[in-house]
């Protein structure tokens, strides 16, 4: 009996032990020259959604000057869904592998990084605040950089965007788009085909049914707890209603819903519909840059506020190219790469850096950016509304589609 006990604490030892050392082996971001020449020649294979060309083109971008910069590879690997990158992950794990893993650097937020997190899946040192480039951020006043979907980030991803959930039209043909939520479902019941949303769990589908949620429910508070906490039905009972009072009068009777914001716009711009989505306030402003969208194109946001949120990367626990990782995601956060990347000809995804910690060159990046027509004001985009927490999302996702998924 004692010896089976001793054994079996000799094997916590050696497991703590073995942990302990594949932790001492991370590369550390307090000592930036180790993780600059550890990273020379290095591969990073960053999953992150592919689709959205400008998107790509941005991402490919990126990896020419991290090659040219620091000799860093970047190969970005498309995917549809990120939660397909967690099995993955999860795999993995599951199969005992603790090095040499297929993803380097995964784009990720919400109910995805915690369900990382969670699982043990991602590299377990508080690595992006300590990244040189983080110092830049406004993370004294932008809580989403701490906060992802409520789930502390513990400096387990770092930030590379923000995000507000964000409405578009063409005011050729519709001089006054619907504020309110009951102008919305009035103008969806006087116009039918002309509206539709992406098919959850397409993360501008679920946030569609997470903003008209916000907009119904008594008590916004109850969202901020696990769903556990909360009586599901009751509180989304106004949500289903109003979800299944418009769908008859849904694009394609609401048989059918679009794949995700890049066939919303392009419905848009084939005039199927009148009003489309996006979780980016330069999106409409890109389009037209890039002759997808006409000119007159204009934004807006419900009367109560809308959705707002970061999105970040993160590096996987049994990652390949970690010192590689870090450096794509610090220079993600250069004045440089942050600029680029707010250029609504390029992409138009709004900045996390702080204007005011920029230097003259820094500050000269985004002095000259133009705002394009279809981008909304700081006096016009609205409240900004916290994401529910996490566990939502899986919830909301299971019952929309036990409603209304089975008509796709």
Request: glycine residues 8%; hydrophobic residues 45%.
């Amino acid at each position: 009996m004692f010896a089976r006990v001793f054994v079996r604490f000799a094997a916590l030892v050696l497991a703590v032990l073995a942990a302990n050392l594949a932790y001492a082996g991370d590369p550390d971001p307090k000592d930036w020259p180790s993780v600059l020449a550890e990273a020379q020649g290095q591969t990073v294979y960053w999953y992150a959604w592919g689709g959205a060309e400008n998107i790509n083109d941005y991402i490919s971008w990126v990896g020419e000057r991290v090659k040219a910069d620091y000799g860093v590879n970047l190969e970005q690997v498309k995917v549809s869904e990120t939660a397909s990158v967690v099995t993955r992950v999860l795999s993995e794990k599951q199969a005992g592998r603790t090095d040499g893993g297929a993803v380097d650097l995964v784009w990720i937020n919400g109910e995805n990084f915690k369900a990382m997190k969670d699982a043990g899946l991602l590299l377990s040192s508080p690595w992006s605040t300590d990244l040189p480039n983080h110092a830049l951020t406004d993370f004294e006043n932008k809580p989403v950089l701490g906060r992802d979907f409520t789930e502390p980030v513990d400096g387990l991803e770092s930030p590379w965007g923000t995000a507000q959930f964000t409405f578009y039209y063409d005011s050729a043909s519709l001089p006054e788009p619907p504020r309110t939520l009951d102008a919305l479902q009035g103008y969806i019941h006087a116009h039918p085909g002309r509206f539709t949303y992406a098919a959850p769990p397409n993360f501008i589908g679920t946030t569609f049914l997470k903003q008209v949620l916000l907009g119904l429910v008594d008590d916004r508070s109850v969202l901020s707890r696990p769903v556990g906490q909360a009586d599901f039905d009751a509180v989304t009972a106004p949500l289903w209603a109003w979800l299944a009072d418009v769908t008859p009068d849904l694009w394609r009777s609401g048989a059918l819903y679009a794949a995700d914001t890049t066939q919303l716009k392009t419905l848009l711009a084939d005039d199927e519909i009148d009003i489309a989505m996006t979780f980016n306030p330069g999106e409409a402003s890109s389009a037209i840059a890039d002759g997808t969208l006409p000119d007159t194109v204009r934004s807006f946001v419900l009367d109560y506020g809308s959705i707002g949120n970061a999105h970040f990367v993160a590096i996987p626990f049994d990652a390949n190219a970690k010192a590689g990782a870090m450096v794509v995601a610090n220079f993600l956060l250069s004045p440089e790469a942050q600029a680029r990347k707010a250029d609504e000809s390029i992409w138009g995804d709004p900045t996390v850096l702080a204007y005011q910690k920029l230097d003259a060159g820094g500050k000269a990046l985004f002095d000259a950016l133009p705002r394009g027509a279809a981008t909304l004001g700081p006096d016009q985009s609205g409240a900004v509304l916290n994401e529910p927490d996490s566990s939502w999302t899986d919830a909301l996702e299971a019952e929309w589609a036990r409603r209304f998924g089975a008509a796709r």
